[in-house]
């Protein structure tokens, strides 16, 4: 599936979601964190960043595979 994510936006995605599965993550690429939030997949928050339910969605999509 062809989203158009860089490998270093879906990695930082990835490990977003793993934070929000409550595990200590590596440092994000701020400049992926960023283009995630412009495309609804991540927001800000005092924690850092944080997945939306858009990026849950997008990821699920992308490990579910061709439909």
Excluded: Y
Excluded at 8 to 32: M, R, S, T, V, Y
Excluded at 39 to 65: N, V
């Amino acid at each position: 599936m062809d989203d158009g994510l860089t490998d270093a936006q879906l990695n930082a995605l990835q490990h977003l979601a793993e934070k929000k599965g409550g595990a200590d993550i590596p440092f994000i690429n701020i400049a992926a964190a960023r283009r995630l939030c412009d495309l609804g997949l991540a927001e800000r928050s005092h924690e850092g960043w944080d997945i939306t339910p858009q990026g849950s969605a997008t990821l699920a999509r992308r490990s579910s595979g061709p439909v």
